[in-house]
């Protein structure tokens, strides 16, 4: 079994940062790429960012561009989603997932084999 289990969520006022965590533990397991999406209140679940696990590419979702870095840690099995100049659309249960499959880019939920429980991220005006 695959456990991926985000961490770093918070309050944070309009114009902070913060730092999620996700941590892949459990079966070893070939991954392509991690992505991080979010789920505001009464919004689908939409996208925000992925990395290709063995070159560091990365694709962000427009909406934050410029805001947000992707990255990751091989030794550690942990991605990590730094996020700045935050604003209150930001609000939402962030997840991480992992994809197995090959799929470039990988923006879509269907791409996506493994994901985690989330952690809630709000931002105050």
């Known amino acids: 079994q695959v456990q991926l289990v985000e961490s770093g969520g918070g309050l944070v006022q309009a114009g902070g940062s913060l730092r999620l965590s996700c941590a892949a533990s459990?079966?070893?397991?070939?991954?392509?790429?991690m992505g991080w999406f979010r789920q505001g209140p009464g919004k689908e679940r939409e996208y925000v960012a992925a990395?290709?696990?063995?070159?560091?590419?990365?694709h962000y979702a427009d909406s934050v561009k410029g805001r947000f870095t992707i990255s990751r840690d091989n030794a550690k099995n942990t991605v990590y989603l730094q996020m700045n100049s935050l604003k209150p659309e930001d609000t939402a249960v962030y997840y991480c997932?992992?994809?197995?499959?090959?799929?470039?880019?990988?923006?879509?939920?269907?791409?996506?084999?493994?994901w985690g429980q989330g952690t809630q991220v709000t931002v105050s005006s």
């Open positions: 459990g079966r070893t397991f070939s991954r392509f790429g």
């Open positions: 990395i290709i696990w063995s070159t560091g590419s990365t």
């Open positions: 997932a992992a994809a197995v499959r090959k799929w470039v880019p990988l923006v879509q939920k269907e791409q996506y084999d493994y």
